[in-house]
């Protein structure tokens, strides 16, 4: 995978070089670029272009790349005053700051054990690049698509839901996020309670708390959430919407039992309320995964939403959101306001990918590679942090990681960054006041089951400096 910060680095030189030369003079050629910085030929592609884009350099096909005119030196602009700006804003209302946390890659030498998408030779790089070369070919490729999203696609998630969902039933979306925000903003209005599992998806709070929801906690245990908490919840609040991750859990990886299903799906009947299902981690399991609630849904009452994103690479942003009766009207009203429809050549990409034989293989590969770091990190722990609880999970990412009392859970998120390696603290996966400190680790991202390791061991110096 091309670093950001080669690229980075390597413009930085070449900036440099293009100071120290005249306007029109040429640059070494990209051969003597790569043989003098070791660095491979893409790299040097995306530096050179990052130089042509702030006008420092002017490419010509078949000649070279050129230092551009300099422009006459402006007079200096009198400083800007953005003070008035305080007054119009008001409120801050929308917070990403633990998202974009999540979002950012880490600096070399830092292990990353804190990121939520896998490693690039886990992505199906090869059969994307495959797909979306296939799907540039189609004559109706950058024409629009219908609203609700392509047929093949559509097909293809109702199918994959099962029960009686229909390709009808179907949304395509931008993503699992852009799927959540939807349903939330369709389904209730700014005020409005949200039962939500606790712990839970940050992003998910993330989205209620922008659109000004009241996000209420329902306790989940090894077993996924608590149906008698969750019909008291209903009952004391009056909510009329319940979101949660039935199916490999972000954070704890719990999987809602056979029982607990029919129970919360009986506990929302009574309470004459929808259920989010955010089927985000099904194509991240280790271990078989229980049919979604929305197979077992005769009467509309779970909106559903599955995503490609995880599982491949992160830039497929498509998902699909599935709900009947009325509700589905009021979500593609929300989507075609918010943003009209997702990409058609992504999707056609998407259709691409999942319907050839290059899918199979992926998830076999994917589902082999996650059990093997699942378990590595798991001896690890066990090995270097006896004292940390845990249940090694049955798909998707995460260990989700109980940390002794009293230990403070932020300190040692950056104790741990100062000894080389990035991992979560609990404290924002909760809607509310967490039950004790807690840590999130991915082994998704790693590059290595040596570098899990290796993670684990400067985990454990950070917290070895803590007690």
Known sequence: MIQDSSIATLADLLRGEVARLRPGQRLPSSRA????????????????????AEGLVVTRPGSGTFVAERPRPARAPRPADHGWQAVALGDRTVDPAGLTGLLTAPPEGIIPLGCGYL??????????????????RRPDAWERPPLAGIDGLRTWFARAIGGQITPADVLITDGGQHAITIALRALLPPGAPLLVESPTYQGALAVARAAGLHTVPVPVDDEGVRPDLLADAFAMTGARVFYCQPTFQNPTGAVLTGERRRQVLAVARAA??????????????????????????????VVHIASLTKASAPSLRIAALTARGPVAERLRAVQVV?????????????????SSPAWERHRRTVRTALRDRRDALAAALARELPELRFEPPGGGMYLWVRLPDGVDETTLVEAAWREGVLVNPGRPCFPAEPDGPHLRISFGMAASEAELAEGVRRLARALATMT
């Open 272 to 301: 004459g309320a929808f259920v989010v299902e955010d089927d985000f981690a099904r194509h991240l399991g280790v271990e078989p995964a229980p049919a979604p609630l929305a197979a077992d849904d005769p009467d509309g009452r």
């Open 119 to 136: 490693l690039a030779s886990l992505q199906p790089l090869q059969a994307l690049a495959t797909a979306a070369a296939r799907a540039a």
């Open 33 to 52: 670029i790569v043989e003098r910085h070791r660095v491979s030929p893409v790299t040097v592609s995306r530096a050179l272009a990052r130089l042509a």
């Open 338 to 354: 918010d943003s009209f429809f997702p990409s058609r050549h992504l999707q056609e990409t998407a259709l691409e990918l999942v």
